[in-house]
């Protein structure tokens, strides 16, 4: 298959790679944003038939896709000239002149292949040599910001080849640029909220409270999912620089100028709050460019000591937390201060697994204490690398979904909160 300029009537053959185990969660999302599309769950990612168009609402709307890639080419190969072949089949005259610049990224997955970098460089080289056989010019590298961002995916037998239409990955939304420690990505905390079926509504969710803000991200997604505020709109895109979409660059306007428009108040409040008033600072600065200052309340104070918040009568809430746990952060405040230091660790991370593990009973104490008198209730739901998280919480889940926090394998555990739900409390 070769699909070497995208028409607006032309169909393209897109891939959106997404976190492990967040594949069922990003296919409704496509079909939310283009319900027309074809499209296949695979694993890593979805696949999608659509046109150019789309590729502009899908990097515009998806909060749950890695990058929205377009599929030039793909063929068996068994050696680097092979990929130097490849890549020479598309007529990259027509995608950027010798004035643009260009990036390849390489991954594999049981690749044949000795050297990735090889790899690489003979792509690079085939662009190269069929712009400059045609203009008796050759464009430039970027590796930070180019106007041509490549993907090559090594499998066992084929080679498929990507333009990267998103450029930035698509977790850069535009609003960070204060961020404390192990910040969560944004892609991460929007599949959380995606998994607890929030959507920011009295009947999907209720309100939402993260007592473990950081500086905002959970709650700053949510704010944004309640306003339904589109998560590219305040950022660019590869695709803006490249010569097949500059037809489509009004299109792209009036797609932005529709999002704005169909923003809107929230209907359910949101709280966020830290041990660290310079989290909290930074989650505040943050709301306010994301544009959701009037729609998140953030504050200070200690997870196992904050109440919870007064609702409405009727409307029941949400608990989305990312908790700190060694590997991540370290716990800090109330649970910290107070458990007992063990007086024969050797090893430095021994005592802060130790305040970890101290960290979980304190915080179900305070759950039964503050979250079960609500008549509608509140569900929480902890994201965790802890496999005996139940134990220490003392709390069975009624749902345990796989998810990877980076390298770092977790579950996001469900809890609903009644009360007598925490027992034999220390």
């Known amino acids: 298959m070769n699909v070497p300029h995208p028409e607006a009537s032309e169909v393209l053959y897109l891939f959106l790679p997404c976190a492990a185990g967040v594949e069922p969660w990003l296919d409704e999302e496509v079909q939310r944003i283009c319900p027309d599309l074809r499209r296949q769950t695979q694993r890593g990612g979805v696949a999608v038939e659509g046109h150019a168009e789309a590729v502009l609402r899908l990097n515009?709307?998806?909060?749950?896709?890695?990058?929205v890639l377009i599929e030039l080419d793909s063929a068996p190969y068994r050696h680097e000239d092979d990929l130097y072949a490849l890549a020479r089949r598309t007529d990259w005259n027509r995608w950027i002149t010798p004035r643009h610049t260009l990036r390849v990224d390489t991954t594999a997955q049981r690749s044949p292949l000795r050297s990735l970098n090889f790899a690489t460089l003979r792509i690079k080289d085939a662009v190269c040599?069929?712009?400059?056989?045609?203009?008796?010019?050759?464009?430039?590298?970027?590796?930070?910001?180019?106007?041509l961002p490549l993907q090559l995916h090594l499998g066992p037998e084929y080679a498929t080849l990507y333009v990267d239409s998103s450029g930035e990955p698509l977790f850069k939304r535009g609003w960070r640029e204060d961020k404390g420690d192990a910040p969560l990505k944004e892609?991460?905390?929007?599949?959380?909220?995606?998994?607890a079926g929030w959507r920011g509504t009295p009947e999907a969710g209720g309100a939402l409270v993260d007592p473990c803000c950081g500086s905002g991200t959970i709650a700053i997604e949510a704010a944004q999912i309640a306003c339904n505020i589109a998560p590219g709109?305040?950022?660019?895109?590869?695709?803006?620089?490249?010569?097949?979409?500059a037809a489509l660059l009004p299109r792209w306007q009036q797609l932005k100028a529709e999002a704005r428009a169909a923003e809107h108040p929230p209907r359910v409040p949101i709280y966020g709050s830290d041990v660290s008033f310079r989290m909290v600072d930074f989650a505040q600065r943050n709301a306010a460019r994301a544009g959701v200052a009037h729609a998140v309340q953030f504050n200070g104070g200690d997870a196992l000591e904050r109440p919870a918040p007064t609702l409405p009568e009727g409307l029941g809430g949400t608990l989305m937390l990312n908790p700190p746990y060694g590997e991540r952060i370290e716990v800090l405040g109330k649970a910290a201060t107070h458990h007992r230091p063990l007086p024969f660790a050797t090893d430095p991370g021994e005592?802060?697994?130790?305040?970890?593990?101290?960290?979980?009973?304190r915080l179900a104490a305070h759950w039964k204490r503050a979250y079960t008198q609500n008549p509608a209730g509140w569900t929480a739901w902890l994201l965790c690398p802890e496999m005996k998280l139940e134990g220490q919480l003392r709390l069975k889940a009624n749902r345990r979904v796989p998810m990877w926090n980076g390298p770092i394998e977790c579950r996001l555990y469900r809890f609903d909160l009644v009360a007598g739900s925490a027992r034999n409390q220390t």
């Open 233 to 245: 709109q305040l950022r660019r895109f590869a695709f803006e620089r490249l010569r097949p979409f």
């Open 351 to 361: 005592d802060q697994r130790h305040a970890d593990a101290d960290f979980f009973p």
């Open 129 to 147: 040599d069929v712009l400059r056989e045609a203009t008796g010019e050759r464009p430039s590298v970027d590796t930070r910001h180019p106007d």
């Open 187 to 195: 892609t991460l905390a929007a599949a959380m909220l995606a998994a």
């Open 60 to 67: 515009l709307h998806s909060r749950l896709a890695q990058r």
